[in-house]
């Protein structure tokens, strides 16, 4: 806008001029700051003194502070010559000054995506409690650790970026390419598909593969700003919130591949995926999966690669604002999840207030209860079989003829009770043996000791003299898979 002001302001009329920036203002806020940068361009160019009665009525349409600013500073000019620097104009923000700036692209992109859902959605658009943003290099494994992520956080929504863009010819030409998509288009799916009031639970969801760019960082940015906007504004003064608008929280989670390892598996990816939609068009059964251009070339495989590479340094920017983990996922896909669980267990810390979490922290999560349980059990029968040989030898001996039988018959039930008198259990140390060897085989072991009274003599004046008997119960439980829906997934599968 300025570079054309700067070239019609000598040769046209101010009148004209000031018309083409009034009509910027009326384009929405996105471009106020724009029409404040042309205004001083104009300015300056033309040699005119733009005073405060002259364009009263074009001020009074552009809300910014920039322009409201610079406006009441004409009054204190004799013979004003604005000199307004369009960079500082379009950076203007209230943010200190260290901050990163937001682009004027990103700007005007948000405004416009968020401007479209407003008018789609209406008073019936509301936003999820908790978005977290997977991004990853191709091939880190982004699609497999999703469920995982999703079962940790206990959310039901995943919206895959790449997934949303498929049916866009256009658009899946760029990615056959290894290109990105218009930033605009990007952002209009994305925030149809979070915001989506069909598929809503208000709960949280995951984003796979937002943001790539510095100005979807940005975008990113302006989102969270406008959903604590939200959330203030529907928030009473007593404190109540309003569903609609809970108290917004954004996790970053990165997957991090070198570049061999990514080629290599999105080159194996393509094997596996052509080998399988093989497989299912002889049998006629199943459903064909969609094979990547990208994966089938290697130049291509690297040239996505790349272009993550590229962009790297931008999605850095989110930790200054956002709990951001990276994760090494070179590894198998057991450490990958060890990674994601070790990183995203804490971050109720940081979605807590801090009176909350100070009053609660000293409880500890379920998981480091059962690690710590299970280094203790790992101890004890190591303790076992080194200090009570003898002992635990007998106690192996009963599990192999008389508890495995029993749960052998009742296998299917997931639960049985084992019933002994032996006198291997009058020493307190067997029945913990018997509890631990099966616990680590994964039952769910209970013990209890009973005692029975049989009368053996009745006396005379009527008093009955028992005898005691005792016996160790043991209650066994184990969980029992669905067989049949393991049979139904087994067949669609093959």
Same mark, same amino acid.
């Given at each position: 806008c300025c570079r054309f002001l700067r070239l019609v302001a000598p040769c046209t009329t101010l009148p004209l001029t000031m018309l083409f920036v009034s009509g910027l203002a009326r384009a929405g806020n996105g471009l106020s700051k724009v029409a404040a940068a042309a205004l001083s361009s104009c300015g300056r160019v033309a040699g005119v003194s733009l005073r405060r009665a002259t364009f009263s009525g074009i001020v009074s349409r552009l809300s910014p502070a920039p322009v409201l600013q610079w406006h009441a500073s004409l009054s204190t000019q004799a013979a004003p010559q604005p000199s307004v620097d369009v960079a500082a104009v379009v950076n203007e923000k209230s943010d200190p000054v260290d901050e990163p700036r937001i682009s004027m692209q990103a700007q005007l992109v948000f405004d416009h995506c968020w401007r479209q859902l407003e008018e789609k959605h209406g008073s019936s658009l509301s936003a999820p409690r908790e978005i977290i943003w997977l991004n990853g290099a191709p091939g880190s494994g982004k699609g497999t650790s999703t469920p995982y992520i999703r079962r940790m956080r206990n959310l039901t929504r995943v919206l895959v970026v790449?997934?949303?863009?498929?049916?866009?010819?256009?658009?899946?030409?760029?990615?056959?390419?290894?290109?990105? %998509? *218009?930033?605009?288009?990007?952002?209009?799916?994305? @925030?149809?598909?979070?915001?989506?009031?069909? /598929? !809503?639970?208000?709960?949280?969801?995951?984003?796979?593969?937002?943001?790539?760019?510095?100005?979807? %960082? *940005?975008?990113?940015?302006?989102?969270?700003?406008? @959903?604590?906007?939200?959330?203030?504004?529907? /928030? !009473?003064?007593?404190?109540?919130?309003?569903?609609?608008?809970?108290?917004?929280?954004?996790?970053? %989670?990165?997957?991090?591949?070198?570049?061999?390892e990514s080629v290599r598996r999105q080159m194996t990816r393509a094997v596996k995926t052509r080998k399988q939609n093989e497989r299912r068009r002889d049998a006629g059964v199943g459903t064909i999966l969609a094979e990547r251009a990208t994966d089938n070339d290697e130049a291509k495989a690297k040239s996505r690669y790349r272009t993550f590479r590229d962009h790297y340094t931008t999605l850095l920017r989110l930790k200054q604002f956002f709990p951001f983990t990276l994760i090494d996922a070179m590894g198998t896909i057991g450490d990958v999840r060890l990674q994601i669980a070790q990183e995203l267990r804490y971050q109720s810390a940081l979605e807590l207030s801090e009176e909350t979490y100070e009053r609660i922290s000293h409880i500890p999560v379920a998981s480091e209860l059962v690690t710590?349980?299970?280094?203790?059990?790992?101890?004890?029968?190591?303790?076992?079989?080194?200090?009570?040989?003898?002992?635990?030898?007998?106690?192996?001996?009963?599990?192999?003829?008389?508890?495995?039988?029993?749960?052998?018959?009742?296998s299917l039930s997931g639960h049985a009770k084992f019933t002994t008198t032996s006198p291997t259990f009058s020493d307190p140390k067997a029945v913990e043996m018997l509890i631990d060897v099966l616990s680590d085989r994964e039952f769910f072991v209970s013990h209890q000791l009973v005692q029975r009274y049989i009368p053996h003599q009745v006396l005379h004046d009527g008093t009955i003299n028992n005898t005691v008997q005792e016996f160790h119960e043991f209650r066994i439980e184990f969980e029992v898979p669905d067989l049949r829906k393991t049979a139904r997934r087994d067949d669609h599968v093959g």
């Open positions: 790449s997934d949303l863009l498929q049916n866009d010819p256009e658009c899946r030409r760029k990615m056959d390419n290894a290109e990105l %998509v *218009d930033d605009t288009r990007v952002g209009t799916l994305l @925030l149809d598909g979070i915001f989506d009031t069909q /598929t !809503s639970d208000g709960a949280g969801i995951i984003v796979d593969g937002f943001p790539r760019t510095g100005d979807q %960082v *940005d975008f990113l940015k302006l989102l969270y700003e406008k @959903l604590q906007h939200k959330h203030k504004k529907h /928030t !009473s003064s007593a404190g109540v919130t309003s569903p609609r608008f809970p108290r917004p929280v954004f996790n970053i %989670v990165v997957l991090y591949v070198d570049e061999e710590r349980a299970r280094q203790q059990l790992v101890a004890r029968l190591d303790r076992y079989c080194m200090q009570s040989s003898e002992l635990f030898s007998e106690v192996i001996s009963i599990l192999d003829n008389e508890v495995l039988p029993l749960l052998r018959r009742v």
